[in-house]
C-alpha cells in the first residue's frame, strides 16, 4: 500500500516514526459522460473566466473569497509556514474508553505503518498499551490542507487511525423524529422484538453489493450486444400502515421461512397479539342501558309486561 503522509506519532515525549495509508478502497462503477450525438468523452477543463482561455495547473493558486467578493490568495509557502505542530505530528491529546466515541463521528479510516526500524519498538510499546487497558487515544493532525480530530485504536496488531467529524460538524436531531404523540401498543413492541429475535445475527463478510453485481451484469450484457432483462415494474405501495400489528406478523413469518428457524420468543409474541386481537373484537354481554339497567333484562321486563296486558284485558266472545 502506498503511504499518503509521512510524520510520527507524539506520545508524551516518545515520537514514534509512521507512514499513514488508507485502510478502505471504493469498489463503486465510475462512468464517463459521453455526448449523445457522436460517442465523444466529454471533459472538463480550466478557463480563466476573464481572458476565456485554459489554465494549466501549475499556473494557478489558491483563493479564499470574502462576502465581499474579495479574493485572498493563500501560497503552498503560506501553508507550510503555519504554526501548527500537527502538520507533521499525530498529537495524542487524551485516552478515553471506546465507547466515549459517537460512531456518528467517525470519517475515514488509515492505517498506520512503523517507519523504520527504529520505529518498531514503540510502536508495538503504544498497541500493546491500548490493547492492555481497552482504551483509543484521541488525537489531532493535519491532512490535505485541514486540521483534524481523530481516533487511534488497534485493530490486527495495527495501529489505526480514524479521522473524526468535530462537534460542530455533527447536525442537531432537532425537528428529525416524528412530532405528536405517537403510542405504541404492548403488542406491537413484543411482535417488534420477536421480528429482531427471528433476524438474528449475519457474518458481515458474507454481505456483498447487489446494486454493483446487477450493474456490472446490465454492462456485459450490453458490452456484447444482449438485451438486458428488465424486471417486472414492482406495485407502488401506500406510505400509511394499516395494521402495524398485522405486518409485523407477516414480517415475522417471512424472516423465519427465510431463516429456517422459530424462535419461541416469536410464539409468544404471535400468542399474544392473537389474543389481543380476539379480546378486542369480542361483544361485550351485559351492557348497562343509561338508566342502569342490563339489555337482557330490558328485554325480560318487556315480555312481563305484554303477558299481563294480556291477563288484565278480557277477550270477547264471539257472537251468535
Same mark, same amino acid.
Given at each position: 500500500? @502506498?503511504?499518503?503522509?509521512?510524520?510520527s506519532i507524539a506520545f508524551g515525549l516518545v515520537s514514534i516514526p509512521v507512514k499513514l495509508m488508507s485502510a478502505t478502497e471504493n469498489h463503486s462503477v465510475s462512468f464517463r459522460q459521453i455526448h449523445t450525438e457522436d460517442g465523444g468523452r466529454v471533459r472538463y477543463r480550466k478557463v480563466c473566466e476573464l481572458e476565456d482561455e485554459e489554465v494549466q495547473a501549475a499556473d494557478t493558486v489558491r483563493g479564499y473569497e470574502m462576502a465581499d467578493g474579495t479574493i485572498v490568495t493563500v501560497t503552498d509557502e503560506d501553508l507550510a509556514a503555519l504554526p501548527l505542530r500537527t502538520t507533521k505530528t499525530i498529537? #495524542?491529546? !487524551?485516552?478515553?474508553? *471506546?465507547?466515549?466515541?459517537?460512531?456518528?463521528?467517525?470519517?475515514?479510516?488509515?492505517?498506520?505503518?512503523?517507519?523504520?526500524? %527504529?520505529?518498531?519498538?514503540?510502536? #508495538?510499546?503504544?498497541?500493546?498499551?491500548? &490493547?492492555?487497558?481497552?482504551?483509543?487515544?484521541?488525537?489531532?493532525?493535519?491532512?490535505?490542507?485541514?486540521?483534524?480530530?481523530?481516533?487511534? @485504536?488497534? +485493530?490486527?496488531?495495527?495501529?489505526?487511525?480514524?479521522?473524526?467529524?468535530?462537534? %460542530?460538524?455533527?447536525?442537531?436531531?432537532?425537528? +428529525?423524529?416524528?412530532?405528536?404523540?405517537?403510542?405504541? /401498543?404492548?403488542?406491537?413492541?413484543?411482535?417488534?422484538?420477536?421480528?429482531?429475535?427471528?433476524?438474528?445475527?449475519?457474518?458481515?463478510?458474507?454481505?456483498?453489493?447487489?446494486?454493483?453485481?446487477?450493474?456490472?451484469?446490465?454492462?456485459?450484457?450490453?458490452? =456484447?450486444?444482449?438485451?438486458?432483462? @428488465?424486471?417486472?415494474?414492482?406495485?407502488?405501495?401506500?406510505?400509511? #400502515?394499516?395494521?402495524?400489528? *398485522?405486518?409485523?406478523?407477516? =414480517? #415475522?413469518?417471512?424472516?423465519?421461512? &427465510? =431463516?429456517?428457524?422459530?424462535?419461541?420468543?416469536?410464539?409468544?409474541?404471535?400468542?399474544?397479539?392473537?389474543?389481543?386481537?380476539?379480546?378486542?373484537?369480542?361483544?361485550?354481554?351485559?351492557? /348497562?342501558?343509561?338508566?342502569?339497567?342490563?339489555?337482557?333484562?330490558?328485554?325480560?321486563?318487556?315480555?312481563? *309486561?305484554?303477558?299481563? *296486558?294480556?291477563? !288484565?284485558?278480557?277477550? &270477547?266472545?264471539?257472537?251468535?
Amino acid at each position: 500500500m @502506498r503511504s499518503i503522509w509521512n510524520g510520527s506519532i507524539a506520545f508524551g515525549l516518545v515520537s514514534i516514526p509512521v507512514k499513514l495509508m488508507s485502510a478502505t478502497e471504493n469498489h463503486s462503477v465510475s462512468f464517463r459522460q459521453i455526448h449523445t450525438e457522436d460517442g465523444g468523452r466529454v471533459r472538463y477543463r480550466k478557463v480563466c473566466e476573464l481572458e476565456d482561455e485554459e489554465v494549466q495547473a501549475a499556473d494557478t493558486v489558491r483563493g479564499y473569497e470574502m462576502a465581499d467578493g474579495t479574493i485572498v490568495t493563500v501560497t503552498d509557502e503560506d501553508l507550510a509556514a503555519l504554526p501548527l505542530r500537527t502538520t507533521k505530528t499525530i498529537e #495524542v491529546v !487524551a485516552v478515553l474508553p *471506546a465507547d466515549h466515541i459517537d460512531p456518528l463521528q467517525m470519517d475515514t479510516a488509515y492505517y498506520l505503518a512503523a517507519n523504520g526500524t %527504529d520505529a518498531g519498538k514503540p510502536y #508495538v510499546l503504544l498497541r500493546e498499551a491500548l &490493547k492492555r487497558t481497552g482504551s483509543i487515544a484521541l488525537t489531532k493532525f493535519a491532512l490535505r490542507g485541514r486540521e483534524r480530530l481523530a481516533m487511534l @485504536r488497534v +485493530v490486527d496488531d495495527v495501529l489505526l487511525l480514524h479521522s473524526l467529524l468535530w462537534p %460542530d460538524e455533527i447536525r442537531s436531531t432537532e425537528h +428529525v423524529a416524528p412530532e405528536g404523540r405517537v403510542t405504541i /401498543k404492548d403488542a406491537e413492541l413484543d411482535l417488534a422484538d420477536a421480528l429482531m429475535d427471528t433476524l438474528g445475527e449475519i457474518d458481515p463478510d458474507t454481505m456483498h453489493d447487489d446494486y454493483r453485481a446487477a450493474l456490472d451484469e446490465l454492462i456485459a450484457a450490453k458490452l =456484447s450486444g444482449e438485451l438486458p432483462a @428488465r424486471p417486472a415494474p414492482q406495485k407502488e405501495e401506500g406510505a400509511e #400502515v394499516i395494521d402495524l400489528a *398485522a405486518i409485523l406478523e407477516q =414480517s #415475522v413469518r417471512a424472516a423465519e421461512e &427465510k =431463516s429456517g428457524k422459530r424462535s419461541g420468543r416469536a410464539r409468544t409474541a404471535t400468542k399474544k397479539a392473537a389474543t389481543r386481537k380476539t379480546a378486542s373484537k369480542k361483544p361485550a354481554s351485559g351492557k /348497562k342501558t343509561a338508566s342502569g339497567k342490563t339489555a337482557s333484562g330490558k328485554s325480560a321486563a318487556k315480555k312481563t *309486561a305484554h303477558k299481563a *296486558a294480556e291477563k !288484565a284485558t278480557p277477550r &270477547k266472545r264471539a257472537s251468535a
